[in-house]
């Protein structure tokens, strides 16, 4: 009460109604050298602002300076995972992806169907021309094991699969690859299953390690599958910090530090 008779209507004044419109003007005027305050009186209304949030707040002192960032390589997956009511998909390969996609437009649930973008030119698939569906909330035993169970989705699974052979050949180990598919909601029962079985497991995925896919992976791991565990659920995943194009292949996991994790 007060503050705009007090510091004037140039410095504090109302907006029209609309969240996104508040947060953009506020990150504008920061931009500008002011310390802008933007108030949005109930939390379940910064919603319509998450774009400002996400893609201009949160990167702005990362990309400033540069005239032209594109963030092509980002994983939200985990974020779309709070949101009751949404199913969370993504494709390892060609052929899963046209499975998965026909069982999405078929699904009465919203889906989000999370394509990634490096497997564009990068998978080579024999895709059939019939239509064909995968089963949604299940996940794919890729590669059986006894040791460790390998846990991913998309693009990370052919990493798995390269640190697999690596260790297998240097170790002497045998590793069980799940793909999860749909990151949710996600197949406990066939995660639980291997894990009860290796009595080991590690989640793996693109996305920042901090509150990400692995953390509810590992978590239920520790609660479903406690006393056959022979050691903690490990997690790898990119660094906590945005994925500029020129860094990538310093964020994302590689075949070095997933294999470290097999020596444990």
Wanted: hydrophobic share 45%.
């Amino acid at each position: 009460m007060g503050l705009a008779t007090d510091f004037g209507s140039e410095r504090v004044f109302n907006t029209p109604l609309t969240e996104q419109g508040i947060v953009g003007f506020a990150i504008g005027a920061a931009a500008q050298g002011m310390t802008a305050i933007a108030e949005i009186q109930f939390a379940d209304y910064v919603h319509p602002a998450f774009d400002q949030l996400v893609n201009e707040a949160a990167k702005w002192r990362y990309r400033e300076g540069k005239p032209v960032v594109m963030y092509h390589s980002q994983s939200p997956e985990a974020v779309f995972t709070h949101i009751p009511g949404l199913r969370i998909v993504m494709p390892r390969s060609p052929a899963q992806a046209k499975g998965l996609l026909l069982a999405s437009i078929g699904c009465k649930d919203p889906v989000i169907f999370m394509e990634p973008k490096v497997l564009y030119r990068a998978a080579v698939e024999q895709v059939p021309n019939i239509a064909y569906e995968l089963p949604l909330s299940k996940a794919d035993i890729v590669k059986e094991g006894k040791d460790v169970t390998i846990i991913s989705y998309g693009h990370p699974m052919y990493l798995c699969s390269s640190a697999i052979d690596a260790a297998e050949k240097e170790l002497g180990i045998s590793a069980e690859l799940l793909d999860l598919r749909t990151v949710y909601p996600w197949d406990r029962d066939a995660v639980l299953q291997s894990v009860r079985k290796t009595g080991r497991a590690i989640v793996v995925h693109e996305s920042m390690i901090n509150a990400g896919v692995g953390a509810e992976v590992a978590a239920t791991i520790q609660e479903g599958a406690f006393l056959s565990l022979e050691a903690p659920v490990q997690r790898v995943g990119g660094w906590a910090t945005h994925m500029g194009l020129t860094f990538e292949k310093f964020n994302v996991p590689d075949i070095t530090r997933e294999q470290a994790l097999h020596d444990w």
